[in-house]
């Protein structure tokens, strides 16, 4: 697998949106079920997103659901969040993962997921 590199992350302010983006150099994120999880300081890294190869089924953490939305593009090999009406609790270090080549389902557990990012740092000001 080709490393992965997310970027997209900065300073909001709450009520606000980034878009942040993963990208490798191979094939890693078109053929794999993909996911986006963050750590907050002094708290375990949780699951956010998840999206499997094809695109066709997503699933999101319930506090993030219907505010953010994980999308990827095949031809491109990026992965994507959007996240929208930003919240104070969502400052964190954001990681994309790999997770099962051809996966049809997305797990939440990190144990499912094998290679990570380096992370982009997220801050939501209130």
């Known amino acids: 697998q080709g490393p992965l590199v997310e970027s997209g992350g900065g300073l909001v302010q709450a009520g606000g949106s980034l878009r942040l983006s993963c990208a490798a150099s191979e094939r890693t994120i078109s053929l794999r079920t993909m996911g986006w999880f963050r750590q907050a300081p002094g708290k375990a890294r949780e699951f956010v997103a998840g999206i499997t190869w094809t695109g066709r089924t997503t699933s999101y953490a319930d506090s993030v659901n219907g505010r953010f939305a994980i999308s990827k593009d095949n031809a491109k090999n990026t992965v994507s969040l959007q996240m929208i009406s930003l919240k104070p609790e969502d400052t964190a270090v954001y990681y994309c993962?790999?997770?099962?080549?051809?996966?049809?389902?997305?797990?939440?557990?990190?144990?499912?997921?094998?290679?990570w990012g380096q992370g982009t740092p997220v801050t939501v000001y209130a």
């Open positions: 993962a790999t997770s099962t080549p051809f996966g049809t389902s997305v797990g939440q557990s990190e144990d499912l997921y094998e290679s």
